[in-house]
């Protein structure tokens, strides 16, 4: 069973283009999400991550937006740059025993094209 | 100075075989992990372990092991290969049980059973 639901597959944004990916959730429990990066032959890094108590969160061209009662968040990259092109994975995680586990999203192949 | 590193980085060997992977991180984490990374890069938890508590995902067949010599390592034994398990396995670590904290990833080894 996906707990967390990662659209689209892939995308293709032309520079400069915005980029933008979704993410949906079912576990009410779930109060950590954050997105990973992943470049070919490298393990995902820690992008950005957001808690529920707030709605919005933005670290330079990367923003995260929450929708609590829809249970979905997103991840908007401003300005795409080639050098973006990678898979993006979003997560999410509980509190306490298997629930702190990050579950990932199937993820997203970017391409940005110049 | 490899925060988690992984060996090796590629493993190529014959169904039946036993193999294990090493991991060792240098960032004083409590919690180490171990991910499958499937062909669809589905990145799928196995296990989760600290100091006090081993979580493993029911789905993994218990041909895969994790074992602890000490809070810094975390290595993957796998015994009876079979080709389902061609894959790639990230190690990772995390300052507390993951909730809330982010997750560093090693770099991964290609596991490829023949």
């Known amino acids: 069973q ?26 009410t429990a779930f109060d950590y999400f954050p997105w990973y990066q992943q470049f ?12 529920p108590d707030v709605s919005e969160k933005k670290e330079g061209r990367f923003t995260i937006s929450f929708n609590k009662s829809a249970k979905q968040f997103s991840l908007h990259i401003m300005d795409s740059q080639p050098g973006d092109s990678a898979t993006y994975f979003c997560a999410a ?22 | 100075d490899t925060a988690v590193s992984q060996t090796p980085k590629y493993l190529v060997t014959q169904m039946g075989n036993d193999k294990s992977i090493k991991c060792e991180q240098n960032l004083g984490h409590d919690t180490m992990y171990w991910y499958k990374q499937d062909s669809k890069k589905f990145l799928k938890i196995m296990f989760s372990y600290n100091n006090k508590e081993l979580i493993i995902n029911e789905t993994v067949p218990n041909r895969f092991s994790p074992k602890s010599p000490d809070k810094a390592h975390l290595n993957l034994h796998i015994n009876s290969l079979e080709l389902g398990d061609s894959a790639v396995y990230f190690c990772a670590s995390s300052q507390d049980t993951g909730h809330n904290y982010g997750y560093t990833f090693g770099s991964g080894t290609r596991l490829t059973v023949v």
């Open chain 1, 40 to 51: 070919p032959g490298k393990g995902p890094a820690l992008l950005i991550a957001i808690r």
């Open chain 1, 2 to 27: 996906q707990q967390v639901k990662q659209s689209p597959q892939s995308l293709i944004v032309q520079k400069g283009g915005i980029s933008i990916i979704n993410c949906a959730y079912e576990n």
């Open chain 1, 93 to 114: 995680s509980g509190y306490g025993g298997s629930q702190g586990n990050l579950i990932f999203g199937k993820g997203t192949k970017l391409s940005v094209k110049p």
